[in-house]
């Protein structure tokens, strides 16, 4: 079993800046591939980023690619989604996952575990 909490949400103006962390626990989650999504009211949650258990593969949604950067210290169980140029577009709640190694997806229903979220504003 893994548990995910994430942190590092708020309110920012648009081209600011914001690092959202995941924690994660249990002795394995190094062998975990993490991602992570977001959902604005009434929309469907979508993928952001993701990378793979050992840091050495990473996918991005292209509305973050360049902007949105993916990274994790397995040493202290954390992932993290460094977010730069932030626009009003971006404001959402940011979900941490996470799915036992295979390879990086942006396939929601392919994450078995899921934080409770992390809520993003990005003020015009």
């Known amino acids: 079993q893994v548990q995910l909490v994430e942190s590092g949400g708020g309110l920012v103006q648009a081209g600011g800046s914001l690092r959202l962390s995941c924690a994660a626990s249990?002795?394995?989650?190094?062998?975990?591939?993490t991602g992570w999504f977001r959902q604005a009211p009434g929309k469907e949650r979508e993928f952001v980023a993701a990378?793979?258990?050992?840091?050495?593969?990473?996918y991005y949604a292209d509305s973050v690619k360049g902007r949105f950067t993916i990274s994790r210290d397995n040493a202290k169980n954390t992932v993290y989604l460094q977010m730069n140029s932030l626009k009003p577009e971006d404001t959402a709640v940011y979900y941490c996952?996470?799915?036992?190694?295979?390879?990086?997806?942006?396939?929601?229903?392919?994450?078995?575990?899921w934080g409770q979220g992390t809520q993003v504003t990005v003020s015009s």
């Open positions: 249990g002795r394995t989650f190094i062998t975990y591939d």
């Open positions: 996952a996470a799915k036992k190694y295979g390879g990086v997806t942006a396939t929601t229903l392919s994450y078995d575990y």
């Open positions: 990378m793979s258990w050992s840091g050495g593969s990473t």
